[in-house]
């Protein structure tokens, strides 16, 4: 995942930010673009952010645009879980989507790594 956010945020101001997914493969440096279904964008614990939309979907580069407004200062971080949207189902995924869950914490500059769950059937 990346965005480009300032640091810091100033309270009260939207700001629009393109977060943009991919996928890694084992042994390649690159991440490649990939659409996305936003389930939850929401404020992680003790964060004070507002965030719109909340959901939706990527485009084929895997870029989501949401408008972040701090509501205090401070650090701010965004939770999100998303689906990877596959172009056609296989027999270990017959919906055809992948649930990730990313964490982003603006202040700290890092991310923690995704996990992995069941989507929810379309």
């Given at each position: 995942?990346?965005?480009?956010?300032?640091?810091?945020?100033?309270?009260?101001?939207?700001?629009?930010?393109d977060f943009t997914w991919g996928v890694r493969f084992v042994g390649s440096a690159q991440p490649q673009s990939a659409t996305?279904?936003?389930?939850?964008?929401?404020?992680?614990?003790?964060?004070?952010?507002?965030?719109?939309?909340?959901?939706?979907?990527?485009?084929?580069?895997?870029?989501?645009q949401s408008e972040i407004t701090a509501d205090a200062s401070g650090a701010i971080g965004i939770d999100a879980v998303l689906c990877l949207v596959l172009l056609?189902?296989?027999?270990?995924?017959?919906?055809?989507?992948?649930?990730?869950?990313?964490?982003?914490?603006?202040?700290m500059r890092r991310a923690t790594g995704p996990t992995t769950s069941a989507c929810p059937s379309p």
């Open positions: 995942m990346s965005t480009n956010l300032p640091n810091p945020l100033t309270v009260g101001s939207p700001y629009f930010s996305f279904d936003i389930n939850a964008m929401r404020p992680a614990a003790g964060s004070q952010v507002t965030i719109l939309p909340t959901h939706g979907r990527t485009n084929q580069q895997g870029t989501f056609r189902p296989n027999a270990c995924d017959t919906h055809g989507l992948l649930t990730l869950s990313h964490q982003i914490t603006i202040a």
